[in-house]
Each structure stands twice: as C-alpha cells, then as structure tokens.
T-cell receptor
C-alpha cells in the first residue's frame, strides 16, 4: 500500500542554519504531496503542497520539490528561526483515491536554538 | 472564519467511562476526518465522512469506538467504555470540494483515561 517515510528526529539546529527534512514515498501513479506543520499545543496546518512531478511548493521560506524519479519531497529552508520549532509531517494523497484520505509520515521534530 | 472547533480541549476520565468528543467543521466543508495522535503510533486516521456519510472507517480501532455526523455542522466521536490505552490527542479536520486536498485541523482534544 501507499506509504510515507520521513527522516527520524529530533533535528536540532542553530538559528539561521539550513534545514533539510527528508521525505520519500511509495505510491502508484502520481500522488499529491504535502507538508503539514504542527506547532506546540496546536493542530496540524498545511505548509505547502505539490500536485504533479517537478512542481515546487513554497510557503514562509520553506520549499519542497516533487521528484518522481527519486519518489521524494524533501523540505528545505535556507535560514531557520526559533519560531520554526515544530513537528513537520509529510503526507500524500493517492491519485487513485476518490476520497480526501491523506497518508502521513511519522513526523519530524525540529528544534531551533537561538 | 472560526476554523474547526473541537470540544472539550482536555478530558480526564476513569477507565470504563463513556467519552464523547465533539467537532464543528468549517462552514461549507463537505468532508470531515477524525484522527488520533500518540507518541507510539503517530497520526492515525480513524474515520472519514463525506456529505455526512461515513466513507472509510477502517481505522476505527474496535467496537468501543463509534462516530456520527448527524448534519453538516456537527460530528461526534464516542468511546464506550474507555480504556487507558485510548489516551491520546484526537483531532478533527475538515475539507472542501471534490479534491479535498487541503485539510484544516482543529486544535485537538487531549484525552487521558486513568
């Protein structure tokens, strides 16, 4: 079945460091791919998405490119801030799905120190 | 818009008691999702409704769990009887339209069963 695998955390960085959180997926066809972020004590919120191969999603300085050849959707940010400390979830929606069901990765905790 | 509303935000109960979690989706959204989040199992989809009809309940752990959506603006998730292993954060999310790609999450209900 479809699945999403994220790099294990926690990831600890200093402020202004470069961030990469790896995400790979297994799915048939061309799924839609998402990054959600969960700040402490809150629900998840959509950070960015890409719906077809080679698309780049971007928001708040974060970027991720849909790579069909490597089945990846890695999240990057050039300069992280303390306020970026959160849990990041990679997710996919199958192209064969006629429902809104998302399959989430296990989440990666990011801690940014001043 | 007020976003997805969940109540209560926190619930502490004793084993064997009935627990009812409530969710009000964003007005106009036609899909509603219930998730459970734990450290051990991550984020799990429990059940999904479309136009108030349950579409996929394969994630409901067992018969102790039930969910209803009597109308477009209200859903409940009930656990009866509750057990300590049900302790988790329960999220409700809603989405709009045919693609339903962007899910909007509520703040969650933190449940502790003693």
């Amino acid at each position: 079945g479809d699945s999403v695998t994220q790099m294990e955390g926690p990831v600890t960085l200093s402020e202004e460091a470069f961030l990469t959180i790896n995400c790979t997926y297994t799915a048939t066809g061309y799924p839609s791919l998402f990054w959600y972020v969960q700040y402490p004590g809150e629900g998840l919120q959509l950070l960015l998405k890409a719906t077809k191969a080679d698309d780049k999603g971007s928001n708040k300085g974060f970027e991720a490119t849909y790579r069909k050849e490597t089945t990846s959707f890695h999240l990057e940010k050039g300069s992280v801030q303390v306020s970026d400390s959160a849990v990041y979830f990679c997710a996919l929606r199958s192209s064969s799905s006629n429902t809104g069901k998302l399959i989430f990765g296990q989440g990666t905790t990011l801690q940014v120190k001043p | 818009d007020a976003g997805v509303i969940q109540s209560p935000r926190h619930e502490v109960t004793e084993m064997g008691q009935e627990v009812t979690l409530r969710c009000k989706p964003i007005s106009g959204h036609n899909s509603l999702f219930w998730y459970r989040q734990t450290m051990m199992r991550g984020l799990e989809l429990l059940i999904y409704f479309n136009n108030n009809v349950p579409i996929d309940d394969s994630g409901m752990p067992e018969d102790r769990f039930s969910a209803k959506m009597p109308n477009a603006s209200f859903s409940t998730l009930k656990i009866q009887p509750s057990e300590p292993r049900d302790s988790a954060v329960y999220f409700c999310a809603s989405a709009q339209g045919q693609t339903q790609e962007t899910q909007y999450f509520g703040p969650g209900t933190r449940l502790l069963v003693l």
